[in-house]
């Protein structure tokens, strides 16, 4: 059974700095990888979705890339905001319609 | 644009009560849909999904049940709740398999 691993489980940074948040999965035979936002208590954005045969995927200040063959994503956040502070999940698609979820990374930006 | 909506918002119900969560998406047809729950401190683990109206493949058995009675309106159940069953419940539809997948924003259930 697959299974996603996300780390580190928080993660606090000043206003401005670069960061990488990290997502890895234990079987590489995967359809796409999707990265999502979640605010307390609130549903999930979706942020970037990279397909199997991608590399990487960018949007704005967010850049996902993709190692299929070691089990591995990173979701790259330039220049943070406070507005970024949220938990960030990463979900691989395996067969049919299942997304298999990562805990997720609490990420703080400090003003 | 596509929007989906959940409700309620948040419940409280005793153990052994029955319940209905409703999900209804506007602005597309015959999207796929999925129920998920996030129970505290573990990933969202996927409940239900459907590819079109009366179909519903379960993915852990449970005791719950989903139902598609419209082609953009799905719904959870259960005739007895238990106290394992409290959790943030979310759904989601994509518009198609290995398409991107849009969530509401949740119904937390609370079991007392």
């Known amino acids: 059974k697959q299974e996603v691993t996300q780390i580190p489980a928080a993660l606090s940074v000043p206003e401005g700095e670069n960061l990488v948040l990290n997502c890895s999965f234990t079987?590489?035979?995967?359809?796409?990888l999707q990265w999502f936002r979640q605010d307390p208590g609130k549903g999930l954005t979706s942020l970037l979705l990279?397909?199997?045969?991608?590399r990487e995927q960018t949007s704005g200040r967010l850049n996902a890339s993709l190692d299929k063959s070691s089990g591995r994503s990173t979701l790259y956040i330039a220049a943070s905001q406070p507005g970024d502070s949220a938990t960030y999940l990463c979900?691989?698609?395996?067969?049919?319609?299942?997304?298999?979820f990562g805990t997720g990374t609490r990420l703080t930006v400090i003003p | 644009s596509q929007t989906i909506h959940q409700w309620p918002a948040t419940l409280v119900q005793p153990v052994g009560s029955p319940l209905s969560l409703e999900c209804t998406v506007e602005?597309?047809?015959?999207?796929?849909l999925y129920w998920y729950r996030q129970a505290a401190g573990r990933g969202l683990q996927l409940l239900f999904y459907?590819?079109?109206?009366?179909?519903i493949s379960s993915e852990v058995p449970q005791n719950l049940s989903a139902s598609r009675p419209q082609d953009r309106q799905f719904i959870l159940s259960s005739k007895k709740l238990l106290l394992s069953d409290s959790g943030f419940y979310l759904c989601?539809?994509?518009?198609?398999?290995?398409?991107?997948?849009?969530f509401g924003d949740g119904t937390r259930l609370s079991i007392l």
């Open positions: 989601a539809w994509s518009k198609g398999d290995g398409q991107p997948q849009h």
């Open positions: 079987d590489s035979a995967i359809y796409n």
């Open positions: 990279i397909q199997s045969s991608q």
């Open positions: 979900a691989v698609r395996g067969g049919a319609n299942n997304l298999f």
């Open positions: 602005g597309t047809s015959n999207p796929n």
């Open positions: 459907s590819v079109g109206i009366g179909q």
